[in-house]
């Protein structure tokens, strides 16, 4: 069984920070990708950030600049630094890691910006 555990959501005041962070456990061998996506009411979900075990990163194209994902591999977590932050962040976020050619997703956690 994996089971991912994010935590560090919360209510900001827009052009502040957070810092998500989602701890991976259960019977790994290897994680290739771990990324963070985001889904708002009324909106699809879609990707935040994700990056590679080698360390490659790909942004979505609203958070590039701002946003930072970052990972440990020796303690199965990745994270992702967000600033400057704007209302149009708020939505629930979800950590999602693939091992093996399966996609695993936390249970989501709220960030809300006001403005």
């Known amino acids: 069984q994996v089971q991912l555990v994010e935590s560090g959501g919360g209510l900001v005041q827009a052009g502040g920070s957070l810092r998500l962070s989602c701890a991976v456990s259960?019977?790994?061998?290897?994680?290739?990708?771990m990324g963070w996506y985001r889904q708002a009411p009324g909106k699809q979900r879609e990707l935040v950030a994700a990056i590679t075990s080698g360390g490659s990163t790909n942004y979505g194209d609203s958070v590039k600049g701002r946003f930072t994902i970052s990972r440990d591999n020796g303690k199965n977590t990745v994270y992702l630094k967000m600033n400057s932050l704007k209302p149009e962040d708020t939505a629930v976020y979800y950590c999602?890691?693939?091992?093996?050619?399966?996609?695993?997703w936390g249970q989501g956690t709220q960030v809300t910006v006001s403005s």
């Open positions: 999602n890691v693939h091992i093996l050619g399966i996609n695993y």
């Open positions: 259960g019977t790994i061998f290897s994680i290739n990708v």
